[in-house]
């Protein structure tokens, strides 16, 4: 029997606005086994991000739980939960959030920054992972000098600065053009298979489900094991 | 003799004419005279003028001869200046006697007055600066809001990023106290060359007092924390997940 990274149970966020509430998550039951690459579908609006941003410890569940690597997140306080994104957890994000007025370089050793880890071991770390995402010959450049692609290759990097259990990616090809978008998700896969990194995640972009060893499919807050278009096949055949 | 600046004006030298024109006889009465020198005052000589004669020719040109209407006198004893103040008041009733230490008086007065003001002065501008301060830094936040949901999920803790704010809020304090002071300096330099001193006895003029700048410093830094202390405490209450969601 396989180990989990990650399990939710009956998982739910309720967001109070204004005019009523939104169920952005409705009753999710999903597990990620340690060292699988699971790509979730599913339409904007549709919980994909609230669901990833549950599982790394981003936000709380209004019920349900999120146990990952063992702890059940609910349960643990919010300096615990801080060690949790430091140590186990490498976000990409669509919009890459890069520091602006840092380097490529620094922007991934920022993030060791809170670890402790000795300057020196940053600097080399950070230069190690960024030649692995083929900018050795750039990580002096600012983001505004980058590529879209490029900055998406430093927020790889940076992800895998901690040496993370699992890596979170929302929509990490989100704002590349197909061919780029697709030399980023070799890499990640890449990263899963030879570094053993667990692998969630969620986009918009079907040829995603390309690189994955499985597919799960979002709406409205639920997850399905099969698509829209074969669901409506099915519907329309019975 | 002409006053350098006034000879600077007039484009007068060495053997120029000038004429002084009496209006309060009768009839205007004009006399010429020709520059023999020109001569430098400081500029806050108490004697300073435009024009300088012998007193027989002054008295003449005014039609006042015999007469003065200032006479300055040094007393050698500072110890005996009221007796001899009173001697002056007793053999010329009619006169006004003004001591070094009657100037002194006021000149003090007008000072601590002038300090006072720019004591109230300066803690308004300050108490200005600091709602500045503020409202930079929450906006600044308020820009930088998806940077620290971003630094949330990288592992910062929030006293991490309410450390991060409070000291780049409280080097802006410290860098705009020093560009303040370097400006207080600067204009009072201007001010001092705009009203004609000279640049080598401007800089002398001016005192830095150590402990009024540190004050300053002090003031500034200060009002560089406070008014980073709430955008701090906002930021490190964002929930991260929202912060990111912002566009």
Not at chain 2, 161 to 168: A, F, H, N, P, S
Request: aromatic content about 6%; glycine content about 10%; hydrophobic content about 40%.
């Amino acid at each position: 029997m396989p180990g989990y990274m990650i399990e939710t149970s009956n998982l739910s966020k309720i967001y109070h606005k204004g005019g009523g509430d939104i169920r952005a998550l409705d009753g999710v039951d999903v597990e990620v086994a340690d060292g699988e690459f699971l790509t979730i579908l599913g339409p904007s609006g549709s919980g994909k991000t609230t669901l990833l941003y549950m599982m790394g410890a981003l936000d709380r569940p209004t019920s349900g739980t999120v146990i990952l690597d063992g702890s059940d997140l609910s349960k643990l306080s919010e300096t615990e939960l801080v060690r949790v994104r430091r140590q186990k957890v490498g976000f990409v994000f669509q919009q890459y959030n890069l520091l602006p007025t840092f380097s490529a370089m620094e922007n991934v050793e920022a993030t060791l920054a809170p670890t402790g880890m000795d300057r020196q071991k940053r600097v080399e770390r950070a230069r190690e992972l960024l030649g692995l995402v083929g900018l050795g010959k750039r990580m002096d450049h600012l983001p505004s000098e980058l590529s879209g692609g490029e900055q998406q290759r430093v927020t790889i990097a940076r992800a895998l600065a901690n040496d993370p259990e699992i890596l979170l990616l929302d929509e990490p090809t989100g704002d590349l053009d197909t061919t780029t978008g697709k030399e980023i998700m070799e890499m990640i896969r890449q990263a899963n298979k030879e570094r053993g990194k667990t692998v969630l995640a969620v986009t918009n972009a079907e040829y995603v489900r390309g690189y994955s060893d499985r597919l799960l499919y979002m709406r409205d807050g639920r997850l399905y094991e099969r698509g829209f278009s074969e669901l409506s096949k099915e519907s329309e055949a019975r | 003799m002409v006053d350098r600046d006034y000879a600077l004006k007039y484009n007068l030298t060495v053997g120029s004419k000038v004429t002084y024109m009496n209006m309060q006889t009768a009839y205007t009465v004009k006399t010429n005279y020709t520059v023999v020198g020109i001569v430098e005052v400081g500029a806050m000589s108490l004697i300073r003028s435009t024009i300088y004669v012998n007193l027989p020719d002054a008295q003449e040109a005014t039609k006042a001869p015999g007469q003065v209407n200032i006479a300055l006198l040094r007393v050698n004893d500072p110890d005996k200046l009221q007796a001899v103040s009173g001697n002056l008041t007793r053999l010329w009733p009619t006169s006004t006697v003004i001591t070094a230490l009657d100037i002194a008086a006021v000149t003090t007065g007008v000072i601590t007055m002038s300090e006072q003001t720019a004591w109230n002065i300066s803690l308004a501008l300050a108490a200005v600066a600091l709602l500045i301060g503020l409202k930079s830094q929450l906006s600044a936040v308020v820009e930088r809001t998806r940077e620290i949901g971003y630094l949330k999920a990288i592992g910062r803790s929030n006293s991490d990023v309410m450390g991060q704010i409070m000291t780049e809020s409280l080097l802006q304090g410290l860098i705009g106290g020093l560009v303040g002071c370097a400006v207080g300096y600067a204009g009072a330099l201007y001010v001092l060359l705009t009203i004609g001193g000279e640049l080598d006895r401007a800089l002398q003029f001016i005192t830095v007092d150590p402990l009024l700048l540190g004050i300053a410093l002090a003031i500034a830094v200060v009002s560089g924390v406070l008014a980073g202390i709430y955008p701090a405490w906002r930021s490190a209450r964002m929930n991260p997940a929202e912060a990111l969601r912002v566009l």
